[in-house]
């Protein structure tokens, strides 16, 4: 019985390595009207994967989790996205010859492994793998 409540809670521990990671951002004329900027602990385990590109996020995490730190560090996690060449996607529609246009950005969602390694929280973006 002990076997397998350890192996179960080494399981959960496992599983939240995980996240997902999306990004939107829509503008209009120029002007940011909203933004979307998440990232949630996955649900399963990918089985298979390649690790597309490695960052890591902040400065040293002393008494926050990883969850925390990439949550709130929007700007690494997106630079880190944009030098690994994961861009934003471009969606633009123009109404009455540009007098009113609506562009919209998007990071579709992206399964990520963020661990703490060495005091830093690293994140390794994933290629998954059917």
Do not use: Q
Request: net charge neutral.
């Amino acid at each position: 019985m002990r076997i397998c409540l350890g192996m179960l809670l080494l399981a959960c521990a496992y599983a939240h390595d995980f996240y997902i990671f999306s990004y939107r951002a829509a503008m209009r004329n120029g002007m940011l009207i909203n933004e979307a900027y998440n990232v949630a602990r996955s649900m399963s385990v990918p089985k298979a994967f390649d690790v597309r590109a490695t960052c890591e996020i902040g400065e040293p995490l002393g008494d926050l989790t990883v969850f925390y730190r990439l949550r709130t560090e929007k700007d690494a996690m997106l630079l880190c996205f944009m030098r690994n060449g994961i861009g934003l996607r471009d969606d633009t529609t123009v109404l009455n010859l540009a007098s009113r246009s609506t562009t919209t950005l998007w990071i579709a969602p992206v399964v990520l492994r963020a661990r703490e390694i060495d005091g830093y929280a690293v994140v390794e973006i994933l290629d998954i793998k059917e």
